[in-house]
C-alpha cells in the first residue's frame, strides 16, 4: 500500500506542468531545447512491473521532439532510505518493459521511440553512490584499462540519469525553475527525512504563500499539509503550524491542523491493531488501497456517492485499484477515475 512519499511524489510530479520542471532540471540542454514541451501527458496505467516495490513509484510521460518523433520519459521515483546498488539493473527491465507494451500497441513501426529513464531519489541515509551504467556491474577480468574497455565494449550498454535530492544544496533547489509547488517539493523531499526540516520550514513561508495564491493553491497546500503531518515528528509539526499560521487566517489553519492530527491518530491506531493480524493481511492490504482512494477523491472535493463508495470498498483486484489511485490523483470528475459507472 502507498505510503505518504508515494502519495505526495506521484501528485506532486504526476502533473505535466511540475514534471516538466522536474525533467528540465535534469536532461542535459540539448535535449530540454529539443523537446516540444507542451505536448508533454502523463500516459495512465505506467506501472507495468508488479514487482515495482513499496519504497518506489514510478511515471511514464510522453512528449514530442520538435521534429514530430515521440519521446518516453520514464521517472522512477526513489523514496528508500538505503542506496540500491542494482539499480541501473532494475531500470532497464523496467525500460524494456515500457518499450515491448510500446511495440504492442504500435505494431507497424519499424523502429522504437526514444526512452528516456531518470531516477530521483531522496533517501535520508546520504548521496546516491550506486552505479548508474549497467556496464560497471560485471565482472570484468583484470587487466589494463585499455584491455578492460574491450570487454566492457561486448556486455550491454545502459545508463540512467540520477537527480539526487540528497546532494543539491537549498540555495541550487530554491533556484530552480518551475511551479511553485514543484520547488517546494524538491525542497520537502531534500529534507523530510533529516532532523533540519523543522528548522528549514519557516524559511519557505514565501514559498508556501506562492503555493497558496496559484489555482488550486488550496488543494496543494492540503497536500503539503498531510506530507508534513505523516513524516515529520512534533518539531515538525509544530513548524508547520507556525507556517499555516502565517499563510491562512487563524480559523483556517486550526481546521486543518486539528482535521489531519485526528486522522494521524486514528491512522496509528489502525496500524496498532494490524500488527497482531496475520490472518486477513492481504485482504487488509486491498481495504487500505481502497479507501486511499476514496481520501483523494474527497481531498479533491468530488463527490462520491453511496454506489461508488461501495464499488471501490468492495473490490478485491489489486490492479483495478491501482489504476483507481493512479486516476484520483488528477481527476477532476468522479467518471475520470471510475470510467464504467455513470456519475
Known amino acids: 500500500m502507498s505510503g505518504p512519499h508515494d502519495l505526495f511524489a506521484r501528485y506532486t510530479f504526476g502533473h505535466p506542468e511540475r514534471a516538466a520542471a522536474e525533467l528540465r532540471a535534469v536532461l542535459p540542454p540539448h535535449v530540454v531545447s529539443e523537446v516540444d514541451w507542451a505536448s508533454l501527458r502523463r500516459e495512465p496505467g505506467s506501472v507495468v512491473d508488479p514487482e515495482l516495490r513499496e519504497t518506489e513509484s514510478d511515471l511514464l510521460f510522453v512528449a514530442r521532439l520538435n521534429t514530430g518523433r515521440p519521446l518516453l520519459l520514464y521517472v522512477l521515483l526513489e523514496h528508500q532510505s538505503t ?3 542494482w539499480m541501473a539493473l532494475r531500470m532497464l527491465r523496467y525500460v524494456v518493459r515500457q518499450v515491448e507494451r510500446w511495440r504492442q500497441e504500435h505494431p507497424e513501426s519499424a523502429l522504437l521511440p526514444l526512452v528516456i529513464p531518470l531516477v530521483m531519489y531522496h533517501g535520508p541515509d546520504g ?7 549497467v556496464e560497471d556491474l560485471f565482472d570484468l577480468p583484470d587487466g589494463e584499462d585499455e584491455q578492460r574497455a574491450r570487454w566492457r565494449a561486448l556486455v550491454p550498454r545502459f545508463e540512467y540519469l540520477l537527480d539526487d535530492l540528497t546532494a543539491e544544496r537549498e540555495e541550487a533547489l530554491r533556484a530552480r525553475p518551475g511551479p511553485p509547488l514543484a ?22 513561508v514565501a514559498l508556501f504563500t506562492q503555493v497558496q495564491t496559484t489555482h488550486e493553491g488550496a488543494e496543494h497546500l492540503v497536500v503539503l499539509i498531510r506530507y508534513l503531518l505523516w513524516i515529520g515528528d512534533e518539531a515538525v509539526h ?10 491562512l487566517d487563524e480559523q483556517r489553519a486550526e481546521e486543518l491542523m486539528r482535521s489531519y492530527g485526528e486522522e494521524l491518530i486514528e491512522r496509528g491506531r489502525q496500524q496498532g491493531l494490524a500488527k497482531g493480524r496475520e490472518e486477513g493481511r492481504e485482504e487488509g492490504l486491498i481495504r487500505g488501497r481502497a479507501e486511499y482512494v476514496l481520501r483523494i477523491l474527497a481531498a479533491r472535493g468530488l463527490h462520491v456517492d453511496e454506489a461508488a463508495r461501495q464499488r471501490i470498498l468492495t473490490c478485491t483486484d489489486q490492479s483495478t485499484l491501482d489504476r483507481w489511485f493512479d486516476r484520483a490523483l488528477n481527476a477532476t470528475t468522479l467518471s475520470d477515475v471510475l470510467d464504467d459507472l455513470a456519475q
Not at 186 to 199: D, F, I, K, N, S
Not at 238 to 247: F, P, Q
Request: no cysteine; hydrophobic share 45%.
Open 127 to 133: 548521496a546516491w553512490t550506486a552505479p548508474r551504467r
Open 183 to 204: 520547488r517546494l517539493a524538491w525542497l520537502v523531499l531534500r529534507y523530510g527525512r533529516t532532523e533540519e526540516l523543522a528548522q528549514k520550514l519557516p524559511d519557505w
Open 238 to 247: 509544530e513548524a508547520t503550524g507556525r507556517v499555516l499560521h502565517s499563510v
Open 83 to 85: 542506496v540500491d546498488r
